[in-house]
Nanobody, 118 residues
């Protein structure tokens, strides 16, 4: 089992920044990919970004490309999502995921709320 704990969410004005963190523990693997999804009110869960455990191959959804940056510190088993130029449509619960498949996590965190006010 892998445990994932997110932190860093909050309330921010449009144009502001937040950094989300996700600490992994338990039976982690260097073969795992780490990723972020989000679910906005009334919408389906949406893939946001992903990265390999080694920190390579970052991938972004078109909606966040150029504004969000994902990074991995595998010495701390922690993945980060730096979110800049935030927009009200970025408001959502953000979930961290991990597992052998890049776009289909086997493990999920509990989520952290991000609210962007206009």
């Amino acid at each position: 089992q892998v445990q994932l704990v997110e932190s860093g969410g909050g309330l921010v004005q449009a144009g502001g920044s937040l950094r989300l963190s996700c600490a992994a523990s338990g039976r982690t693997s260097r073969r795992y990919a780490m990723c972020w999804f989000r679910r906005a009110p009334g919408k389906e869960r949406e893939y946001v970004s992903g990265i390999s455990w080694s920190g390579g191959n970052p991938y972004y959804a078109d909606s966040v490309k150029g504004r969000f940056t994902i990074s991995m510190d595998n010495t701390k088993n922690t993945v980060y999502l730096q979110m800049n130029s935030l927009k009200p449509e970025d408001t959502a619960v953000y979930y961290c995921g991990a597992g052998p498949e890049a776009f289909r996590p086997a493990y999920w965190g509990q989520g952290t709320q991000v609210i962007v006010s206009s």
